[in-house]
């Protein structure tokens, strides 16, 4: 026995082309450099008979994805809303995967069941969020807003006297969703999954702000009042980081006996910081809430994480038992508050990135990304041939472009602003994506990476301007 694992020679490879990787992500393009055929050809190998070394197969996958890698864990990726890995973060889901523990019950992953458990305490404590309000740590928003749909599908129907559960939704009232029209495209997802149908959900309309009207909710629950109810409000829109009015909007929902939901996907974060907790007054009164790990957290995906005020109702609408199950040893089993059951340890990646950064440094990341964003926004913005659409209130923002010819109309001016964010790409220094907001077309500024500085923003607004003054040379185009 020569005494080495077999794991050494894939998993040092792994090791440092990871770091090699990581080390690099600030430098180079940021978007992908290969065509779609290329990267099919690279890859789409006849499945042989006969295997590969375990070292070739990673020395082979990452020579297949040179350049088709898009730098969004990078400090110059602001499209969607996307983060970064911390390193803690990264190192943990690394051992999450070598300690490959089904998190699904407490008595196969002793460890993973209590550091979540310990990390689900210090998310609600971070976020304001009440003690006794159960939680679950799923694979994303999305997720997030289906695990708290399901608690609030259950309890809004047990008080009209149905048990969703057991008897499903054939015959059993029909379930309302009340919302606005800024809500993101998971919300009737969820409702889809769950059964609901998207026909269950009503948009509202918003103010200027891009906030719920007062009332505008107060007349839709009025209408068909005594249906079940749910109001989902928006702690952070993806194109303005708009917050709703909580501390207006909750208790009239209360009034008329309807769940509320908020959807803060990354928004929520802004209660860990002292400076922008007062965009989140009055959240705290809602029934559930949903967030994201993998955004502003900066942990790798996937991660979401989903919290319910009345655990029985989120307990009744995920608990799962078998009598080949081990559980109720004291300990919290995750398969009762997840709709996956045989889970990845998921919690790992999140004790580690809260405890890297702390109290502080959580609020403090929060902080640089919104100054960031607002530093972006007002130097793109003052470009000639763009104009700022909207100031970040956080750290999102919108910019438009441009086209100089004098005839040019709003729909010159919509292609212009893509073929600004094509060149920027082009570059590879930046990489930004686009939205339709209020009939137009602009630019989103979405700023959540840790390794995000100040002094990334010259450098990118030195590239759009490079870019638009290339683009608005008479004759060019
Ligand atoms: C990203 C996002 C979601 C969906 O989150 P996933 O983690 O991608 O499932 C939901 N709502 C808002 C506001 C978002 O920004």
């Known amino acids: 026995m ?3 694992s077999v794991f050494a ?3 040092g490879a792994a090791m440092q082309h990871a770091l090699d990787y990581v080390s690099g992500v600030g430098e180079g393009d940021v978007d992908a450099r290969v065509s779609l055929g290329e990267v ?3 890859f789409d190998l006849p499945l042989a008979d006969g295997g590969v070394a375990p070292e070739q197969v990673i020395d082979d996958l990452v020579r297949g994805a040179e350049g088709a890698i898009v730098r969004t864990a990078g400090p110059r990726f602001f499209g969607f809303v996307i983060g970064g890995s911390l390193p803690a973060a990264l190192a943990a889901d690394w051992l999450t995967s070598a300690w490959d523990q089904n998190a699904g019950l407490y008595v196969i992953g002793p460890a993973a069941a209590v550091v979540e458990e310990v990390a689900g305490g210090w998310l609600k404590s971070l976020f304001g969020l009440p003690e006794e309000a159960s939680f679950a740590f799923v694979t994303g928003c999305q997720m997030a807003h289906v695990t708290a749909l399901a608690a609030a599908r259950h309890a809004v129907l047990e008080r009209a006297g149905w048990n969703v559960e057991v008897d499903g939704l054939s015959g059993a009232p029909a379930v309302r969703i009340l919302t606005s029209t800024e809500q993101h495209v998971t919300i009737p997802r969820a409702a889809r999954l769950l059964g609901m149908g998207t026909g269950c959900v009503e948009t509202l309309p918003c103010d200027e702000a891009g906030r719920l009207r007062a009332h505008s909710l107060r007349e839709a629950l009025a209408r068909n009042g005594g249906r079940p109810t749910i109001v989902v409000l928006q702690a952070g829109d993806l194109n303005r980081g708009a917050f709703d009015d909580f501390r207006t909007l909750i208790p009239i929902a ?8 908020v959807d803060g996907a990354f928004g929520l974060w802004c209660a860990a910081s002292p400076s922008y907790r007062w965009l989140l007054e009055g959240m705290d009164a809602a029934d559930s809430w949903s967030t994201d790990g993998h955004k502003w957290l900066n942990v790798p995906y996937d991660c979401g994480y989903a919290f319910v005020r009345d655990a029985k109702a989120h307990y009744a609408s995920m608990n799962v038992h078998s009598s080949y199950l081990v559980q109720g040893e004291g300990a919290r089993d995750q398969v009762d508050w997840t709709p996956e059951f045989s889970r990845r340890a998921r919690g790992f990646a999140t004790y580690a990135a809260l405890r890297q950064l702390g109290r502080g440094g959580v609020a403090e990341l929060i902080d640089r990304c919104c100054s960031v964003a607002k530093a972006l926004v007002d130097g793109i913005g003052s470009l000639p041939g763009a104009a700022a659409l909207c100031e970040p209130l956080i750290n999102q923002g919108m910019v438009r472009f441009f086209d100089p010819a004098p005839s040019a109309t709003e729909a010159d001016h919509d292609r212009f602003t893509d073929q ?4 920027v790409r082009a570059t590879g220094e930046a990489f930004f994506t686009g939205t339709n907001w209020h009939g137009v077309r602009a630019m989103r500024v979405s700023v959540s990476n840790w390794q995000t500085t100040l002094s990334d923003v010259e450098r ?6 490079g870019v638009l003054e290339e683009l ?4 060019r185009r």
């Open 460 to 465: 990118v607004v030195d590239c759009v301007a």
């Open 2 to 4: 020569n005494g080495e």
């Open 472 to 475: 608005r040379r008479p004759g």
């Open 420 to 423: 600004v964010m094509a060149g």
């Open 40 to 42: 099919r050809r690279r």
């Open 254 to 261: 209360r009034e008329y006996g309807a769940w509320v939901h």
């Open 9 to 11: 020679k894939p998993l």
